[in-house]
């Protein structure tokens, strides 16, 4: 059944007019390392077994309460492009934050994080975070990437790192909300030292700020 979430299906639920702040987020890596079993798995609860072709889902909404604050997450899956390894950079426009997966049953897919990161890098706002996630952990008899690399090429790279299981249901939720600190974090010191790129906001992503009262087409 369609998902009140899906972008597919635009009206609002009512909780959805009402937040602090929206983040977009990205999920990106190797086709089939499980980045639309992750967005299932966090904004709906669910896990299918079998390989569902991400055509169609453009992206799922999910609200959360962080540090006094509703945030809302725009949290965008590819759309298959991943298979080329370059995706449109319209994409990437507007990003706060992106998790970058890897599966660690497939030395390919880890291999291939470099280049990601490299798109990461060139095509984003300088300030998007970026977070590390080995996921598939519950298949540890296939594992052929250990934790040791993972962390390794996150501390490198400069980004934290999860290992995670959007089957079993391990680090999914902490994930989103680690990023999602780490972009107040970064948030926070933008604005306290008054970087250009976050207060003059140029070309940087928009903080929505829903405080100010809604317009009104008032007929009196
Ligand atoms: P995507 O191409 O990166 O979006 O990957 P999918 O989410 O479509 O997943 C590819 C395959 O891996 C599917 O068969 C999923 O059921 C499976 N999969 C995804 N996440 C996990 C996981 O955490 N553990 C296991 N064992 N399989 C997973
Ligand atoms: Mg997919």
Redesign the pocket.
Known sequence: MASATDSRYGQKEPSDQNFDYMFKILII??????????L?RYADDS????????VGIDFKVKTIYRNDKRIKLQIW??AGQ?RYRTITTAYYRGAMGFIL?Y?ITNEESFNAVQDWSTQIKTYSWDNAQVLLVG?????EDERVVSSERGRQLADHLGFEFFE?????NINVKQTFERLVDVICEKMSESLDTADPAVTGAKQGPQLTDQQAPPHQDCAC
């Open positions: 890596g190797n086709s089939s390392v499980g980045k639309t079993s992750f299932f896990f299918t077994p079998a390989f569902v072709s991400t899956d590819t991943e997966m599966d996921n598939k952990c519950d298949m995670a299981s959007a089957k079993d």
